[in-house]
Structures are given as structure tokens and as C-alpha cells.
């Protein structure tokens, strides 16, 4: 119940192309869902988060779709560009006091292509 | 504004050596998480401290152990190592839900 499934774990898109990285849940006490961005010997770097009381987030060329009954979240990267070739990993974890562990996916390896 | 910043860098040791690794936080963070990362994985939560407590555990034995300084930075030490401690620890900061990574510390045991 603890997993974050996450998939495709690699991905070639060309530039300009949408690259779209699912994940899924079985906790239902999960309620914060970040998206973190890791390049090779560097730590993850978080790029956009949502809750469950909304069914997308828009932050640049990156969305967030939270579909809540299907205990699903998906990451879309639009206009994708060479320099966003990196490791992306879903995570999800509980708000409050006993919130704050980050249960991360496998990680899907984007790469883009010129 | 600095961000999360881990010391040292890289580390070798061999098995049954001690370790300890530093943290300091963001500005204004509060609360310390470590996590372990081993290579093609995504990271594995390992303890979280706040006011100087550890707040939650992860499935870690008890050689992995911590401390939170009244400045809010956290020392992670491992004991006894083991070859399959071998990973990238990774500490993130937060204040609220948000947490900030920083560039991790690359622990080599052998």
C-alpha cells in the first residue's frame, strides 16, 4: 500500500514532442504529489507539486493531471527540449504531523532528441 | 539564499567503518529528512527530524541513526557499514510540505 508505481522507465521523445510519465497509488491517505527532476550526480530538484482537491496543475511548459478515483497522477512536459533529458520521479506522501516521508516511484529516464 | 547544502561530497570507507554526514538547510527550513538512493532507484526514506527529534522512521536498521542541531542542520552516521550501504544520501529540507534537496553526499563502502 506503501508503493508509488511509476512508468515508462525510459522515454526518447523528439524535440518540440510532448513526453507524458504516468504514476499510480494505492494509499488513499496520500494527499501531496510532487514531481521531482534529478540530472546525473546532482539531487532531485522539485519542480511542481499538487493535491487531490484539484484535477490539474500548469506551472510553464509542465502539468500536472491528478485523476483522484483512478488513484493516478500523471507529469506532461510540453515543447520538450534536449536540456530536459534528465531522471523524473512521482512521489507521494501525507501532510501533517506524521506526513513528510516522500514515497518516490522508480524514476523514468527522459531523453529528447534534436 | 543558499539552498540545501551536504557535506562532504564523496566518501570512501571500508566495511565496518563509521560514517557521518552533514546537512545544512534552506534558510527558514525547520525540518531535516534523509534519504538513501541507490544507483537506478529512486530514493528510499531513512528518518526525519524536527525540533530536534526524529518525527518518523523509515525501514532502516537502528545503525542508521541521526541528529538535529538547535541551528535546524542534521547529522545522518551509519555504523557497522555494509557493502550494500554503498548509495547517494540525499537530504531534503522543508517547512511546510515542500522539501529541497541537496546535492547528496556519494558513499562508497568497500
Known amino acids: 500500500q506503501q508503493q508509488v508505481k511509476q512508468s515508462p522507465q525510459s522515454l526518447i521523445v523528439q524535440k518540440g514532442g510532448i513526453s507524458i510519465i504516468n504514476c499510480a497509488y494505492e494509499?488513499?491517505?496520500?494527499?501531496?504529489f510532487p514531481w521531482y527532476q534529478q540530472f546525473p550526480g546532482k539531487g532531485p530538484a522539485l519542480l511542481i507539486a499538487?493535491?487531490?482537491?484539484?484535477s490539474e496543475k500548469k506551472e510553464g511548459r509542465f502539468t500536472i493531471s491528478f485523476n483522484k478515483s483512478a488513484k493516478q497522477f500523471s507529469l506532461h512536459i510540453m515543447d520538450s527540449q534536449p536540456g530536459d533529458s534528465a531522471t523524473y520521479f512521482c512521489?507521494?506522501?501525507?501532510?501533517?504531523?506524521?506526513?513528510?516521508?516522500?514515497?518516490f516511484g522508480q524514476g523514468t529516464e527522459l531523453s529528447v532528441k534534436p | 539564499d543558499a539552498g540545501v547544502t551536504q557535506s562532504p561530497t564523496h566518501l570512501i570507507k571500508t566495511r565496518g567503518q563509521q560514517v557521518t554526514l552533514r546537512c545544512s538547510p534552506k534558510?527558514?527550513?525547520?525540518?531535516v529528512s534523509w534519504y538513501q538512493q541507490a544507483l537506478g532507484q529512486g530514493p528510499q526514506f531513512i528518518f526525519q527530524?524536527?525540533?530536534?527529534?526524529?518525527?518518523q522512521r523509515g525501514n532502516f536498521p537502528d545503525r542508521f541513526s541521526g541528529h538535529q542541531f538547535p541551528n535546524y542542520s542534521s547529522e545522518l552516521n551509519v555504523n557497522a557499514l555494509l557493502l550494500g550501504d554503498s548509495a547517494l544520501y540525499l537530504c531534503?529540507?522543508?517547512?511546510?510540505?515542500?522539501?529541497?534537496f541537496g546535492p547528496g553526499t556519494r558513499l562508497t563502502v568497500l
Open positions: 527530524y524536527y525540533e530536534e527529534e526524529e518525527r
Open positions: 531534503a529540507s522543508s517547512r511546510t510540505q515542500a522539501q529541497y
Open positions: 494509499n488513499t491517505a496520500f494527499d501531496y
Open positions: 534558510s527558514g527550513h525547520d525540518t
Open positions: 499538487i493535491r487531490p482537491d484539484v
Open positions: 512521489a507521494a506522501s501525507r501532510i501533517g504531523n506524521q506526513g513528510g516521508k516522500l514515497i
